[in-house]
């Protein structure tokens, strides 16, 4: 049983729109593994003035990662007070764990024209798509399904279990992917972050302050 209620039908959507805000909201999605944290790490090196939205999460750290920079690492308590709080521009549970993009870092980034790049998965994005009217999605791709599964099963990271939930729900990302506007295909990370950076720049569909 997770201690996290699910979300009331409609709440997050219902509230005040981020449309009236000059700078550009980019998603980026994909199935676990598939690359998305090389790629934006070579997209945040090659376009250093992007800013990067770090996310909440109830899942624990990974060694080596820092509380702040990856994620904000919350428990279930933290997490909760945020959503009820209204303090999340949206949120989903993934793999079992809770993530949610805290609304005003964004807000605040958006006012002051500034490109922010979200890393959320399709149910997240979802979410945001009527809400932040202007927004880039961006489906990363693997070169082929059986890549993506050899990807995950490098990835020392997860317990078996882990690695066969992960592999279920990449199925299912890969599936629910059909929206985006933008896919891109993680054959060469370099290559990967280049593309972005040109979708980035040749769509400027500012929000136009409507
Ligand atoms: P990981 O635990 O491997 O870092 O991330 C697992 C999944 O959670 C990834 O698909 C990632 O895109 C997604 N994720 C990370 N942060 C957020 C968030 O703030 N909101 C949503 N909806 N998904 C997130």
């Given at each position: ?33 598939v ?106 791709l693997p070169p082929?399904?059986?890549e993506l ?62």
């Amino acid at each position: 049983m997770n201690p996290v209620p699910a979300r009331p039908e409609g709440t997050p959507a219902k509230r005040r729109r981020l449309s009236i805000a000059p700078g550009r909201l980019i998603v980026l999605s994909g199935p676990s593994g598939v690359g998305k944290d090389t790629v934006l790490q070579e997209l945040f090196r090659i376009a250093p003035w992007l800013h990067y939205s770090i996310s909440y999460t109830t899942r624990p750290p990974r060694p080596g990662e820092v509380d702040g920079v990856a994620y904000s690492f919350v428990d279930d308590a933290r997490f909760q007070a945020l959503r009820d709080h209204h303090e999340l521009l949206e949120y989903a549970e993934v793999h079992g764990h809770w993530y949610g993009t805290g609304e005003a870092r964004v807000r605040e980034s958006l006012e002051r024209g500034e490109d922010i790049v979200l890393k959320i998965d399709v149910q997240g994005a979802a979410w945001i798509r009527p809400r932040v009217p202007g927004a880039i999605f961006i489906f990363l791709l693997p070169p082929s399904p059986e890549e993506l599964r050899r990807r995950l099963t490098e990835r020392a990271t997860e317990s078996a279990d882990g690695l066969e939930l992960r592999w279920e729900n990449a199925r299912t990302e890969l599936a629910d992917q059909g929206w985006y506007d933008y896919r891109v295909v993680n054959d060469d990370v370099q290559r990967a972050a280049r593309e972005i950076l040109e979708i980035i720049e040749r769509d400027r569909p500012r929000t136009d302050h409507q």
